[in-house]
């Protein structure tokens, strides 16, 4: 019913920027609110940033002025803008959609 498809990940010094774009499939997307999440081996995936059908947005605070969630629902995207980044901000990161997940996407913040 929905696919979801990560993209934007890549190396990147501490202090630049990505942007990952989740292209999604379904027609459930542009009504439901989706996520970013991310992992780190050895530990539980969490939430970074959400943003429902409306654009109503809310981010995990050690995020919160750094990272934007946003969402064009005529192209079913949801992007994810990350600027200042960290190293702490290492992990492979998905995007979610009720129980619908992406295959992830490694962002790695290293000098």
């Known amino acids: 019913q929905v696919q979801l498809v990560e993209s934007g990940g890549g190396l990147v010094q501490p202090g630049g920027s990505l942007r990952l774009s989740c292209a999604a499939s379904?027609?459930?997307?542009?009504?439901?609110?989706v996520g970013w999440y991310r992992q780190v081996p050895g530990k539980q995936r969490e939430s970074v940033a959400i943003?429902?059908?409306?654009?109503?947005?809310d981010y995990i605070e050690s995020v919160k002025g750094r990272f934007t969630i946003s969402r064009d629902n005529a192209k079913n995207t949801v992007y994810l803008q990350m600027n200042s980044l960290k190293p702490e901000d290492t992990a492979v990161y998905y995007c979610?959609?009720?129980?619908?997940w992406g295959q992830g996407t490694q962002v790695t913040v290293s000098s």
């Open positions: 379904g027609s459930y997307f542009g009504s439901s609110t």
């Open positions: 979610n959609c009720g129980h619908w």
């Open positions: 943003i429902t059908s409306g654009g109503m947005t």
